[in-house]
């Protein structure tokens, strides 16, 4: 073993509703995992430790947080790596403003975070933050490709308990809208390196000044680099056609992208279009407006927030309803009943989450009435926008999807080392005067060029030689595997897919499995996929990175109801395991659910399939026979959940997340007990078993008599340990048995 040290499992600390859960389910999971000898670790990755660790300078010793984030990036890296991985925050400028407020409130000394940096020392502020920003923890950790799927048990559930699907029509006026030209598409070019290649990035203004926007990249041989960039002006004309349209068609207009994980095109975009929006607005307070601190990247939330330092707030606040009311179509809402539309705050447009709830809903969405209507989807960029306009073509014409005997789709995703658009934010760029964007190696040659206007996104991306060539490898493993349909989600006609395919023909062709394989465009491979698993078959979709992100929330939610219960299993490249639990786009409603009413609704059946895994693998590692048993008492105990429907109830008073946890430690500990493989394993957990059966109605009493009051958390990006412990663990019966 290389690190001594490094305990058998990494669990790792996040945010919101998946942190909550982890209050009650982490105990429960030491307690068992102990009796193996198993110990498991814990890494801080929420947004509120990953600042604190960032800024050390004026905190005590005793509020000062190691650098969890890097000593992961460094454990991942290791042989023996074994990390179960929770959804964390992608942090959205709003929330990390917010997250910083509330460390202040809480005593701890960080710094503003500075809108618009003056001072030397405010940028370096701002430049540390912005290494916070969006995803700044899936790069780090995901140093293999993405293996996700719905485990057996819960797709088996799934259909015999089939959630609620909207019913499609065929006059249906809901629709993709994408631009149709100067997006990051239609401009994008790309070249594979021959060798090893420094490169940096420059802007040459029209007067002939030169500007190095980055500086020292490195690239390995074989490495496929792409460049692009989205002009401002074709950006606006679009979103001012799209209003102008979906006013005329009468139905809801919203924008879908997403402004968390692309940190820094997405929340420019989704300044443009609120700037759109309210253009008879700013037309006519800008200047206020400005004076004021209002950037339209934070959102109408924002903007409201900030109309009192104008002067004239209530003839601003006047003129935004007139527009909204009289000038612009009834927006796609957020929250309808606290009247947050979908420009209000940028984290909350999160495209993977929010387009499969339309198409779920059969094309509907929430309008300010508080109703269900027709939507156009505004997605600017046309990369990935065909995926989303061929499914809601297809049901359209077909109908809803049945879940009860649809099939499945799996993915293999390509994410190492940071592949493709998601690792792209140190690498983008709003242009800040009209001239040419260059990429030029160490020897002064031109690897790409673009001519750019003043306010265009310009960004770079990559993906290397070898996690690409893993990419491949795992596809063929999976499909091996299955022997189901497999497609490569590749367009030729785009510059960076016509890349990766010179690397995945000649694999395929080299294993001679290239007659298992379809190389199909997304909206082609949209379409067969959709066939397939409606009749009852399944497909594994190969995908880059970010159309990884959207296909495994689109065809989980129409499969599962929630993408929350996927397995999510990612071989790191060295060796090492990395297990996900799922999406948690839902996460802060649940929260704010729990806070209001002491219920929670999350669903930590990711947890438990992810548990599975990661004991099952540390078996194979460490030549651990009692952690496969641990392993596989989590796989009854799941099933158990499920046959049972112990899952979290949605209402308050009904069981929620903490009753879930407690059946599946009692149908946990009863697997244990009864196997026969390990007689010290079966008679450690035997009396516990005992004891959790016969203390069943008491527990489930105490859970239930915690739940319809407000709570305080003492926190929300930071809660209260005690306070949250206090909330998550009510059952003091249960405590007693755990321990």
């Known amino acids: 073993m ?17 942190e909550l859960a982890s209050f009650s389910l982490l105990p429960i999971i030491r307690s068992f995992a102990s009796a193996a000898g198993v110990n498991v670790g814990l890494k801080d990755i929420s947004l509120a430790g990953r600042i604190l660790a960032t800024f050390p300078e004026k905190l005590t010793d005793a509020q000062k947080q190691s650098d ?4 992961l990036g460094r454990i991942v890296k290791e042989p023996e790596a074994n990390v179960i991985k929770l959804p964390n925050i992608s942090a959205s400028v709003p929330q990390l403003v917010a997250a910083v407020k509330e460390l202040q409130s809480q005593g701890y000394d960080i710094p503003d975070y500075p809108d618009e940096p003056q001072t030397d020392e405010e940028k370096q502020v701002r430049a540390r933050y912005d290494g916070i920003k969006g995803s700044a923890v899936n790069p780090v950790l995901r140093e293999g490709n993405s293996d996700r799927r719905a485990a057996a048990a819960v797709k088996k559930y799934a259909m015999n308990n089939p959630h609620s699907m909207g019913d499609w029509s065929s006059s249906s006026k809901t629709r993709v809208a994408a631009m149709d030209g100067g997006d990051f598409f239609s401009n994008e070019v790309s070249t594979t390196l021959g060798d090893e290649t420094t490169m940096k990035i420059e802007h040459e203004a029209a007067d002939g000044t030169v500007t190095v926007l980055k500086d020292g990249l490195s690239f390995p041989a074989g490495a496929v680099v792409d460049a692009t960039y989205m002009s401002a002006e074709a950006l606006d004309d679009f979103l001012a056609r799209e209003i102008e349209k979906t006013k005329e068609e009468g139905i809801l ?3 879908h992208m997403k402004a968390t994980m692309m940190k820094v095109s997405d929340p420019i975009i989704f300044g443009h279009a609120v700037k759109m929006f309210l253009k008879p607005v700013f037309d006519k307070y800008g200047e206020e407006l400005k004076a004021a601190g209002v950037n ?3 959102g109408i939330k924002d903007l409201m927030a ?8 209530d003839e601003i606040r006047a003129e935004i309803d007139r527009v909204m009311k009289e000038e612009r179509p009834p927006m796609y809402m957020v929250d309808s009943g606290k009247g947050i539309t979908n420009l209000h705050v940028p984290s909350d447009v999160i495209i993977d989450a929010s387009m499969p709830a339309v198409i779920r809903a059969g094309g509907k969405g929430w309008g300010p009435d508080d109703g269900q209507h027709d939507v156009v989807c505004a997605i600017p960029d046309n990369s990935y926008a065909p995926v989303y306009d061929e499914t809601i073509k297809y ?3 077909t109908g809803a999807l049945d879940p009860t005997t649809s099939g499945t789709v799996q993915n293999i995703g390509l994410m190492a080392q940071k592949a493709e658009e998601y690792g792209s934010h140190p690498t983008t760029f709003e242009i800040p005067a009209d001239g040419t964007v260059r990429m030029v190696d160490g020897s002064g040659n031109v690897v790409h060029s673009h001519s750019v206007k003043a306010g265009d996104i310009w960004r770079s991306a990559s993906a290397r030689k070898a996690p690409i060539e893993d990419w491949v ?3 063929i493993e999976r499909q091996k595997a299955e022997g189901c349909e497999a497609i490569f ?3 030729e006609s785009r510059a960076h897919d016509a890349e990766l395919i010179k690397y995945v023909k000649p694999i395929l062709e080299e294993q001679g499995v290239a007659d298992n394989f379809k190389i199909m465009a997304p909206r082609e491979a949209t379409r067969q996929t959709l066939e397939t698993i409606r009749k009852g078959e399944n497909s594994i979709a190969i995908t880059g990175n970010v159309l990884r992100d959207y296909l495994t929330d689109l065809f989980p939610i129409l499969e599962l109801g929630t993408s929350a219960k996927m397995l999510s299993i990612v071989k790191l490249m060295n060796g090492g395991g990395l297990f996900e639990t799922g999406a948690g786009g839902s996460a802060p409603k649940h929260v704010q659910q729990l806070q209001e009413q002491n219920h929670l609704r999350w669903d930590s059946l990711g947890e438990f399939c992810a548990l599975a895994e990661s004991l099952k693998f540390l078996a194979d590692q460490r030549n651990n026979e009692k952690a496969r048993i641990l392993g596989e008492g989590v796989e009854a105990a799941t099933q158990g959940v499920l046959d049972h429907d112990r899952s979290p109830s949605r209402k308050v008073g009904e069981p929620d997340n903490r009753d879930s946890h407690f059946w599946f430690a009692l149908y946990w500990a009863e697997a244990l007990a009864a196997q026969d493989k390990d007689a010290d394993i079966a008679a450690h957990f035997k009396p516990i078993a005992e004891a959790m059966k016969s203390n069943a109605d008491q527990i489930t009493k105490e859970l239930a008599e915690a739940q319809g009051q407000a709570v305080d958390l003492g926190g929300y990006y930071h809660p209260d340990v005690d306070k949250t412990a206090k909330v998550m663990r009510p059952s003091g019966t249960l405590n007693d048995l755990i321990g």
């Open 253 to 255: 207009f919203s924008l």
């Open 489 to 491: 989600w590749l367009d």
């Open 473 to 475: 490898k795992l596809a």
């Open 296 to 298: 339209p990247n934070s």
């Open 68 to 71: 969890d984030l890097k000593d």
């Open 2 to 18: 290389s690190d001594p040290n490094l305990p058998d499992i990494i669990y790792t600390k996040v945010d919101e509703a998946p």
């Open 306 to 313: 900030r109309l009192d330092e104008t002067g004239k707030a």
């Open 395 to 397: 049901f359209k014409e």
